[in-house]
């Protein structure tokens, strides 16, 4: 859950504080949840969502660089992928990086699974024309 939370709002500290407001979260729920894993993902997922909203609102921390990776070429790709709408950076991150189905995504997003299609495909559209 932490490199999930990690890829999506960018930051390693960020990302261990959502997690564990998500564990605490999951904890309080645990006993009327049907599908805890699911639960703790969508609540990371929505976590990360407000935290950048946060971010944006605030505006007082500049963006945080990628980090540096010994590949170049995935540098520049993470580089591009960190530019993308939140939305279409979500789904890239759950397809590529979690190997979610598109349903799954979907419920994760709460979102129907032709948003997540048209994301995705919007999303790969504008990385191939900023990596080409």
């Known amino acids: 859950m932490v490199r999930l939370a990690l890829l999506l ?17 999951l904890a309080r729920a645990r006993g009327t949840l ?13 976590l990360s969502r407000s935290h950048l909203r946060h971010l944006r609102v605030q505006r007082r921390q500049p963006p945080i660089p ?11 790709t993470w ?3 960190c530019h993308l709408p939140f939305r279409q950076r ?4 759950l ?3 979690q190997d979610l189905s598109e349903a799954e995504i979907a419920r994760v997003l ?9 994301n995705l495909h919007h999303a790969l559209a504008r990385l191939r024309k900023e990596l080409s």
């Open 79 to 81: 580089g591009a992928i």
């Open 110 to 118: 709460d979102c129907r699974p032709g948003t997540v299609k048209s």
């Open 66 to 76: 990628p980090r540096l990776i010994e590949n170049p070429e995935l540098d520049e």
């Open 34 to 46: 049907e599908n805890p894993p699911a639960y703790l993902r969508t609540t990371v997922v929505n």
């Open 95 to 97: 397809r590529y990086y």
């Open 90 to 93: 979500a789904v890239v991150v």
């Open 9 to 25: 709002v960018g930051s390693a500290e960020d990302a261990e504080e959502l997690v564990q407001e998500a564990f605490l979260r």
